[in-house]
T-cell receptor
Framework: AQSVSQHNHHVILSEAASLELGCNYS??????LFWYVQYPGQHLQLLLK??????LVKGIKGFEAEFIKSKFSFNLRKPSVQWSDTAEYFC?????????FGKGNQVVVIP | IAGITQAPTSQILAAGRRMTLRCTQD?????MYWYRQDLGLGLRLIHY???????GKGEVPDGYSVSRANTDDFPLTLASAVPSQTSVYFC?????????????FGPGTRLTVL
């Protein structure tokens, strides 16, 4: 079964700073990759996804992620964060007919 | 379009009691899922259903059961609640299976077992 690792569980940064969240997975087969976001008090929403094609994926709200197959990674980036980006971010990997989530990154953006 | 609705929004339950969490979707999705979310552990799959009439066990199925009598509803039952089942429960659905589809999540049920 696949597994997902997210590092730096708690991230605190100022507005306009750049954000990068790491995601590494382990699975030997073909995978589809997702980043979900959970704003305070809300349910999970899809931020972006990668199925095939261009490994650099652009999502909503200025987020992007790059799939690097050789490194089994799918890191999330945003060049300039806003206070409204305060949320928990989950990387997820589908394979073997199951979607596996990482433990999440709690991101706090200070105005 | 409501998407996915869950009920109740929150519940406090005495240990040993039986509890059913309800989940309904109006998107005609074939697949549905139940997750629990615990601090520091992310989301863990409890049970899933790829289509009406079928169910399967996820990562943490013990103490939970599900049924899928029709496409829209996917209730989760705790036969005899224990404090370790205190968590936030999310129901999700996807058009087909988890491999290629985005999952859409409900608003969650916050359950406290005392």
């Amino acid at each position: 079964a696949q597994s997902v690792s997210q590092h730096n569980h708690h991230v605190i940064l100022s507005e306009a700073a750049s954000l990068e969240l790491g995601c590494n997975y382990s699975y030997g087969g073909t995978v589809n990759l997702f980043w979900y976001v959970q704003y305070p008090g809300q349910h999970l929403q899809l931020l972006l996804k990668y199925f095939s094609g261009d490994p650099l994926v652009k999502g909503i709200k200025g987020f992007e992620a790059e799939f690097i197959k050789s490194k089994f990674s799918f890191n999330l980036r945003k060049p300039s964060v806003q206070w409204s980006d305060t949320a928990e971010y989950f990387c997820a990997v589908s394979g073997n007919n199951r979607l596996a989530f990482g433990k999440g990154n709690q991101v706090v953006v200070i105005p | 379009i409501a998407g996915i609705t869950q009920a109740p929004t929150s519940q406090i339950l005495a240990a040993g009691r039986r509890m059913t969490l309800r989940c309904t979707q109006d998107m005609r999705h074939n697949a549905m899922y139940w997750y629990r979310q615990d601090l520091g552990l992310g989301l863990r799959l409890i049970h899933y259903s790829n289509t009406a009439g079928t169910t399967g066990k996820g990562e943490v199925p013990d103490g939970y059961s599900v049924s899928r009598a029709n496409t829209d509803d996917f209730p989760l039952t705790l036969a005899s609640a224990v404090p370790s089942q205190t968590s936030v429960y999310f129901c999700a659905s996807s058009p087909t299976g988890p491999r290629t589809d985005t999952q859409y999540f409900g608003p969650g049920t916050r359950l406290t077992v005392l």
